[in-house]
């Protein structure tokens, strides 16, 4: 798992535009039970992707990881609320 996260940091200094490499690092620092270190790629990669759902999702995640349950607040995205409302689709963010 070691090795997993060092590819995925590497990948993430290498194409520092790219939010999937550093996205992929989250997961397993959340498998190690790392969540401070998730939570802060997980801000990298809302940074480089912050239009990214899955990302919304995943701060939301290390919020509650590391016991914060106060810092998500709930964010309906932009386009077409009514349907993301019906759908569940309401995320968090900072």
């Known amino acids: 798992m070691d090795e997993t996260r060092k590819t995925y940091e590497l990948r993430s200094q290498i194409y520092v535009h790219d939010d999937i490499p ?3 690092a989250v997961n397993v620092y959340f498998l190690l ?14 940074r480089r992707n912050p239009g990214s759902r899955i990302w919304n ?10 016991g914060n349950c ?5 964010r309906l995205s932009r386009r077409e609320p009514a349907n ?6 309401i995320f968090a963010s900072t």
């Open 22 to 24: 550093i996205g992929n």
């Open 70 to 74: 106060r810092k998500p607040r709930l």
């Open 57 to 66: 999702g995943n701060l939301v995640s290390s919020y509650l990881a590391l």
């Open 84 to 89: 993301l409302i019906a759908r569940g689709s």
């Open 33 to 46: 039970g790392q969540y401070d270190h998730a939570l802060e790629a997980t801000q990298e990669a809302m």
